[in-house]
């Protein structure tokens, strides 16, 4: 069984459109999060919820917006694609939050987004 | 401001040809610190935790040590399984922050 899951694997997509990445995960675990890794490998965390709660909310234009519907789930919407945000972002999941405890993170398999 | 470092960008090593990969870390107060490992095409998979200066971890060829300003990642007689990008990770607040990775490239 996956622990953490997220659909679509790939997506391409035209400047402008808005589209969605879902993440899933089976872990029990109470904190999700959603980084972006550019092109030089370099992970960047936007967002993070525990409990369904926002937590962290870095520096991301506000075209972002996540949603966590339950402890399991936490989706990502993007309005108003730009190239600029082609990228591979990733779900990850965690027992804890890192502030309480050093946090393992369980990672998804990664969206790679093609924006043209 | 608080970072992490790691050295090389890349390395290529020729298979059982040993080395260390290095991760050095400006947070203060440091609650651990974490060491992945990334194949292409997949999500980073934990591979240590390191709470304290002089802590070891070991697994396989591996091996993970902790000073107070950095940690290695020590890979002894390398196989070609071992190509993948080595991230290591420290949590300030409540987030996870990556350095920048070592691209690893084991050749027969």
């Known amino acids: 069984d996956t622990a953490v899951s997220q659909t679509p694997k790939y997506l391409v997509t035209q400047m402008g459109n808005d589209k969605s990445i879902k993440c899933e995960q089976n872990?029990?675990?109470?904190?999700m999060y959603w980084y972006k890794q550019d092109s030089k490998k370099f992970l960047k965390i936007m967002f993070s919820y525990n409990n369904k709660e926002l937590i962290i909310n870095e520096t991301v234009p506000n075209r972002f917006s996540p949603k966590s519907p339950d402890k399991a789930h936490l989706n990502l919407h993007i309005n108003s694609l730009e190239l600029g945000d082609s990228a591979v972002y990733f779900c990850a999941s965690s027992h804890f939050r890192p502030r309480d405890r050093a946090a393992k993170l369980f990672f998804g398999s990664g969206t790679q987004l093609s924006v043209l | 401001e608080d970072q992490v470092t790691q050295s090389p960008e890349a390395l290529r090593l020729q298979e059982g040809e040993s080395s260390s990969l290095n991760c050095s870390y400006t947070v203060s107060g440091l609650r651990g610190l974490f060491w992945y490992r990334q194949d292409p095409g997949k999500g980073p998979e934990f591979l240590f935790t390191?709470?304290?200066a002089g802590e070891e971890k070991e697994k396989e060829r591996l091996k993970a040590t902790l000073t107070k300003k950095e940690s290695f990642l020590h890979i002894t007689a390398p196989k070609p399984e071992d190509s993948a990008t080595y991230l290591c990770a420290v949590p300030l607040t409540d987030k996870l922050i990556f350095g920048t990775g070592t691209r690893l490239q084991v050749f027969p």
């Open positions: 872990l029990g675990h109470d904190t």
């Open positions: 390191l709470y304290s």
